[in-house]
């Protein structure tokens, strides 16, 4: 049992205020394995003000200072990697070889790309006689997804510190383990007191009183657009500055002239990776409808492949969703697929063959899908692909914008003029063409009710930042 059940604020370990704690489930297991504190009003007043209160002392931090702590904090983050892969297998269900190659990894970049970034970024600009000054924009609070349990956290952390904002974070409460073990790096890199604060609890607990603290000038959001809408509301009333990074239902598009078989190995890694539980997953596959059968027999097949398992195991590549609630909204999604009329070919309902236990689902395929569908147009957060046909490049465009989302597209093909058109064509704030690898210093954002601001690299920093004018400085 994991007992992680005080808060980190103002450089120390302390008992939350609420005396609660919240249990933490395993769920390729449906068991209790830890627990974390339950935090509350009281606690995240005590964080905010610890970072107020060394808000202007960290933004004036020499660059070269808080560059040389998000070095110390990377080489902390290293060693710690074997702890931080065993608790997201745990918390998450991430298969061990994905917690590795690519939760941990994820976590690791994000920190190393905002060290890279204040090399050459630019905090002063001159214009004749005048200068522009980006700084810092005060208490950041962050609020953090269980899908990506240190990808998230890190890259708001990291662009926060970089831009010299101390932070309050709130993880979420279904996977709080791999923060508790960031704010121990933290901790042992030297981040100053008050710089990072920690409250772990849920989010009528922790996630309102944050959104809503008058001292908290920003507040940096990863999840759900009915959560991000409140948090809108809330942050609206004294006109904080927010970051939202929220849905998606992107399209992955297949040409005709591309390799069929290597583009159905792409299109059903861009279902299945992290069980389905990514904002970005490439879920609604466009199919030209000349190859739809061709494609469905070798998707279908490559489906089957997929190992879906115990997450311990080095063989498995698709572990449980996080939770029931979630494992049951997948499978009410499934439901509809069927009852609006799409054509199930592979997978389907209940939990795979000789898995009882824990919160498996069945990789899943429909067909005859109509953009207009519920499992076309609604983030499933599963391992489900709709494939839609379309009958030229006009019509794979217009499906493919056809949603409320525009977080990521993907295209796969060989012309080189078609690739492009699509490319500048998606209205989404990412495009990856042929699996293309995706740098750390690209930004990451949505159009539409994807979200607002960006992430990443310099672009993640400049959210932590205000500009300012001064005239006459040089005269």
């Known amino acids: ?24 489930i395993n769920p390729a297991t449906e068991e209790v394995f830890g627990k974390v504190a339950k935090g509350n009003q009281a606690d995240v007043d005590k964080a905010v003000q610890a970072a107020k209160d ?32 065993d608790v997201m297998t745990l918390e998450l269900g991430s298969p061990v070889t994905k917690s590795d190659k690519v939760q941990y990894e994820r976590g690791l970049m994000h920190f190393q790309a905002a060290y890279d970034a204040l090399e050459t970024f630019e905090f002063e600009e001159r214009r004749g006689d005048n200068i522009i000054v980006k700084e810092a924009i005060g208490v950041a609070g962050l609020v953090t997804p269980w899908n990506f349990p240190t990808n998230q956290t890190s890259l708001k952390i990291a662009a926060a510190f970089a831009a010299g904002a101390p932070v309050v974070l709130k993880p979420s ?16 890199a030297g981040v100053p007191k008050g710089v990072f604060n920690l409250v772990n609890g849920d989010g009528e607990g922790v996630g309102t009183p944050l959104s809503q603290h008058p ?45 069929l078989d290597e583009a159905v190995e792409a299109a059903v890694n861009a279902v299945v990776n992290n069980t389905g539980q990514a904002c970005s997953a490439g879920t609604r596959t466009l199919v030209p409808e000349s190859l739809k059968d061709t494609f469905l027999e070798k998707a279908s097949k490559a489906m089957a492949e997929v190992k879906v398992g115990d997450p311990q195991s080095a063989e498995t590549e698709v572990g449980p969703i996080v939770s029931e609630k979630q494992y049951n909204q997948v499978q009410s999604y499934i439901q509809k697929g069927i009852d609006e009329g799409a054509k199930l070919v592979h997978g389907g309902l209940g939990k ?12 899943t395929i429909f067909a005859d899908v109509d953009n207009q ?39 796969f093909g060989k012309d080189e003029a078609t690739l492009r058109r699509l490319a ?19 930004p990451f954002g949505g159009y539409k009710q994807s979200g607002i601001g960006r992430e990443w690299g310099d672009y993640g920093i400049e959210e932590f930042l205000e500009v300012k004018a001064i005239a006459g400085y040089y005269r």
């Open 424 to 442: 500048h064509e998606i209205e989404a704030g990412l495009v990856v063409i042929n699996e293309a690898p995706r740098t750390p210093d690209l």
């Open 1 to 24: 049992m994991i007992n992680k059940t005080k808060q980190y604020i103002n450089g120390a370990w302390v008992e939350s205020d609420s005396g609660e704690t919240i249990d933490v």
């Open 54 to 85: 060394v808000y202007l002392t960290f933004r004036h931090t020499p660059v070269e200072e808080r560059r040389a702590m998000l070095g110390r904090i990377v080489d902390g983050y290293k060693a710690r990697k074997q702890d931080l892969i």
């Open 215 to 259: 001292d908290v000038r920003m507040l940096s959001f990863t999840g759900s657009g009915p959560t991000g809408s409140k948090i809108m509301e809330q942050a609206s009333k004294d006109f904080k500055k927010v970051s939202l990074e929220l849905g998606g239902k992107s399209p992955f598009i297949i040409l005709d002239d591309a390799d």
């Open 352 to 363: 795979p063959d000789g898995l009882t236990k824990g919160y498996f689902v069945k990789p």
């Open 173 to 188: 409460e279904m996977t709080p383990f791999a923060a508790v073990i960031l704010a121990e790096i933290f901790e042992e």
């Open 373 to 411: 569908m519920t499992i076309a147009q609604e983030e499933i957060f599963g391992p489900v692909m709709s494939v839609i046909t379309y009958k030229d490049i006009d019509e794979a465009i217009q499906i493919a914008n056809d949603t409320k989302y525009g977080l990521a597209g993907y295209i």
